[in-house]
T-cell receptor
Framework: GEDVEQSLFLSVREGDSSVINCTYTDSSSTYLYWYKQEPGAGLQLLTYIFSNMDMKQDQRLTVLLNKKDKHLSLRIADTQTGDSAIYFCAESGYSSASKIIFGSGTRLSIRP | EPEVTQTPSHQVTQMGQEVILRCVPISNHLYFYWYRQILGQKVEFLVSFYNNEISEKSEIFDDQFSVERPDGSNFTLKIRSTKLEDSAMYFC????????????????FGQGTRLTVV
């Protein structure tokens, strides 16, 4: 079945860039997402990228997609303490047309 | 900005009891979903619902679970005879079109209901 994998933890210094990586298995993925979950809160969609794109930039966020390697990354420039959260990579596609498949989430912590 | 709302935010129930988790999806959305997240684990798909019927469900969504759209605005998840392992955060979501196929594929999630079975 479809699977999405990502590392569990990432620690960065405030002001540095954070890069969160993700791999997925579904070759028919059409959309790939990054969701943010702050402590005790719900899932907030940060950004998504269509599978025919290589890159998408939105203010401090840059998403890179390598469809050949099924690899997705999220770069957060100038990481701030407010960026501390769990970041979920997710995908939807024709083989999972009515649902989103989530990764385990990467907990991003910010060092002063 | 329109949002998905869920009630209650926290529900405590005794093992064996039935619970109903309530959601109000965004008003012009047609597809509805329930997900759950056991503490520290992945967000897992439970069920999707369209045109008043289940369109897809996971192996987690067994006979203990049911969904309903009773009045055109609410979307409920019923869990019969709750077990300790049903303790989780349950997220409702909605989207205007089917995910992965439409031009607008964003699914909007509610804040979740934390279910604690004791």
């Amino acid at each position: 079945g479809e699977d999405v994998e990502q590392s569990l933890f990432l620690s960065v210094r405030e002001g540095d860039s954070s890069v969160i990586n993700c791999t997925y298995t579904d070759s028919s993925s059409t959309y790939l997402y990054w969701y943010k979950q702050e402590p005790g809160a719900g899932l907030q969609l940060l950004t998504y990228i269509f599978s025919n794109m290589d890159m998408k930039q939105d203010q401090r966020l840059t998403v890179l997609l390598n469809k050949k390697d099924k690899h997705l990354s999220l770069r957060i420039a100038d990481t701030q303490t407010g960026d501390s959260a769990i970041y979920f990579c997710a995908e939807s596609g024709y083989s999972s047309a009515s649902k989103i498949i989530f990764g385990s989430g990467t907990r991003l912590s910010i060092r002063p | 900005e329109p949002e998905v709302t869920q009630t209650p935010s926290h529900q405590v129930t005794q093992m064996g009891q039935e619970v109903i988790l309530r959601c109000v999806p965004i008003s012009n959305h047609l597809y509805f979903y329930w997900y759950r997240q056991i503490l520290g684990q992945k967000v897992e798909f439970l069920v999707s619902f369209y045109n008043n019927e289940i369109s897809e469900k996971s192996e987690i969504f067994d006979d203990q679970f049911s969904v309903e759209r009773p009045d055109g605005s609410n979307f409920t998840l019923k869990i019969r005879s709750t077990k300790l392992e049903d303790s989780a955060m349950y997220f409702c979501a909605s989207s205007p079109e089917a995910l992965g196929r439409g031009t607008n594929t964003e699914a909007f999630f509610g804040q979740g209901t934390r279910l604690t079975v004791v």
